[in-house]
């Protein structure tokens, strides 16, 4: 209130109350939120939260702005509410965590315990900072201990981890291995006397089962000599529904993708559909690209061949490395501003023929795109990703200026 908005803490109050009015104007559905709740004085967040709510606020949403506060804390607070504003009973409690301590999830935890009934979190714990509380752990740990915390979600839990998929790769933000319930190594057990354990009874080392957050495992193991039919039942297990014309482009560029790889996993075919997804309108696509590279080769240089707009156009050009060149390429062939802010590199899976998952962030006049490409060259990954980024702004243009602040 001080140093951010100058206010003192009458007119602050004047305002919640008239902020709040004013919503009701339009929708009956009004939450209201003091920002650093959980740092606020007791008496005067008591006073807005009381004038909140009889002002028509039907949520009443406690942040822990900074990540600041912890469990025994944050749950004191909301008790506090409780038993200290006269008309509580008249709103849905909320919180919401930041993770700057490592204490989102804990702390929401112990606010539902306190009586909160609403709890703001993200997939896979996205947010500014550190993060906010992660969906997955607050759903599985409530769902989980339910003896503990006997509190239900309507969350489909067998959907976390294509959820958690669909945001990584979307945004570009990788998922770490050891991240509860959806990483990578969540359900993997390497000590021998935890494979033993659990190959006697998982419950021995397995609080949750892999296929409770939609880990399963897979019943066809597909390869290049795999037909369209195992190929479909596959699409129907990871939880995909596409028409024919889709599933039998997918099919193509699965058995194109079998020929180069021995192994086909189940994690390539979600990156191979995501991958055909994400382009399905592009203006801009990739026909061709070769690169020349490597100690005796320099500087590094890239031939590339686009169609914009249906008309093909190529080029060549140099650059500082391998990636450099091709994205020179693409500069020529479709000039643009737009500034590279990320490029990330994973591997879908394991082994030296694993495809590669790209990300390019670009940003151009406050606009930014995230832009995916996923193949076993990563070259090849590296510019259908830039070039997913550069279709992205052009729909960006054609929006207005409020429609197109966010990615």
């Known amino acids: 209130m001080k140093h951010k908005l100058q206010m003192e803490p009458d007119a602050v109050h004047a305002k919640v109350i008239e902020s709040v009015s004013y919503a ?3 929708s009956d559905d009004v939450e209201w939120s003091p920002e650093d709740g959980s740092r606020t004085d007791h008496d005067f967040l008591c006073k807005c ?4 709510i009889k002002a028509g606020a039907g949520t009443v949403n406690i942040p ?10 944050f749950a004191a607070l909301i008790k506090m509410l409780f038993n200290r504003v006269p ?14 301590l490592g204490l989102a999830v804990a702390n929401s935890l112990a606010a539902v315990k306190a009586g909160a009934r609403q709890v703001e979190c993200t997939i896979n714990g996205l947010g500014e900072r550190a993060g906010n509380a992660a969906m997955e752990e607050i759903v599985m740990a409530l769902k989980t201990r339910h003896d503990a915390m006997p509190f239900t979600t309507n969350i489909k839990t067998a959907d976390i981890m294509k959820a958690s998929r669909l945001v990584s790769a979307i945004t570009g933000f990788v998922v770490q291995p050891n991240k509860a319930i959806v990483g990578a190594n969540a359900f993997a057990h390497e000590a021998g006397i935890h494979q033993d354990g659990v190959l006697k009874h998982a419950g021995t080392y397995e609080i949750m089962t892999p296929e409770s957050v939609g880990l399963t495992k897979s019943k066809l193991v597909l390869g290049k000599h795999s037909g369209r039919h195992a190929f479909k039942e596959k699409l ?15 099919f193509k560029r699965f058995k194109d993708l079998a020929d180069v790889k021995k192994d086909v996993f189940d994690e390539d075919i979600v990156a191979l559909v995501d991958d055909q997804v994400v382009r399905a309108n592009d203006r801009i696509q990739m026909v061709s690209l070769e690169v020349l590279c490597g100690t005796k080769h320099q500087p590094p240089e890239a031939e590339l061949e686009l169609t ?20 020179n390429c693409v500069k020529q062939l479709f000039p643009h501003n737009a500034r590279l802010q990320l490029y990330q590199v994973h591997a879908v899976t ?38 997913n980024a550069l279709n992205k702004l052009l729909l960006k243009r054609q929006k ?4 197109a602040l966010s990615a």
């Open 236 to 250: 129907s297990e990871l939880g995909y529904d596409l028409g024919d014309n889709a599933v039998q482009d997918a």
């Open 350 to 387: 394991g082994g030296t023929d694993a495809q590669a998952e790209v990300t390019v962030r670009l940003e151009e006049d406050g606009r930014t795109v995230n832009g995916a490409g996923a193949d076993t060259d990563t070259m090849v990954a590296s510019v259908k990703a830039y070039v």
């Open 87 to 100: 008309n509580i009973d008249k709103a849905v409690i909320s919180v919401h965590c930041h993770n700057d």
């Open 49 to 52: 939260v009381e004038s909140a």
């Open 64 to 73: 822990d702005t900074v990540g600041y506060t912890v469990p025994d804390e």
């Open 24 to 26: 009701r104007k339009f």
């Open 400 to 403: 207005t200026a409020p429609e």
């Open 308 to 327: 914009i707009d249906g008309e093909p156009r190529s080029c060549h050009a140099t650059g500082d490395g391998p990636v450099d060149a091709a994205f």
